[in-house]
């Protein structure tokens, strides 16, 4: 795993969406059930993104779990979630909205909406969020942007 913190360091800084390796938000029992309408594969089965709520805090308690190659020496994939900021998730991932593409140059991108909420708990945003990954290098980076409300 060690190969792996460099490349969390080109994701975005944590005062934004970032990702991060996988944590408490990572537990099974925070997938969003129906499974079936809340993960989806790529990239012939070696990615997986899944929808995580993890309860609490009610604010922010939506992740974005996402497992990538490289594999490890023992075929294991990387596993990382999306975060809002420093142990905080989104108020709501709209994963049956999320799109997908691939550039060669890039590699793959995704764009799902999400809602976040001001650090007062007064006001809900709607953003839109990207994630780009290199299965190469199992390099991620996040940007977001605002939503159409």
């Known amino acids: 795993m060690k190969w792996l913190i460099p490349l969390l360091l080109l994701a ?9 390796l996988c944590d408490w938000q990572a537990l099974a029992q925070a997938l969003v ?18 929808a995580i ?3 609490e805090p009610a604010n922010g308690a939506a992740y974005l779990l996402v497992l990538s190659p490289p594999r490890s020496e023992l075929g294991e994939r990387q596993c990382c979630v999306v975060v809002f900021s420093d142990q905080l998730g989104f108020a709501a ?30 006001f809900f945003n709607g ?11 199992g390099a991620m980076t996040t940007n977001m942007a605002l939503g159409r409300e």
């Open 33 to 50: 059930e129906p499974w079936e309408e809340n993960t989806r594969v790529f990239a012939n089965g070696n990615v997986r993104l899944a």
């Open 127 to 137: 953003r839109l969020l990207s994630l780009t990954l290199n299965q190469s290098t």
């Open 53 to 55: 709520d993890t309860v």
């Open 12 to 20: 975005t800084p944590a005062a934004a969406q970032s990702v991060s």
């Open 93 to 122: 991932i709209y994963f049956d909205r999320l799109k997908a593409d691939y550039d060669p140059a890039v590699g793959l991108m995704f764009d799902v909406p999400v809602q976040i909420v001001t650090a007062d708990a007064s």
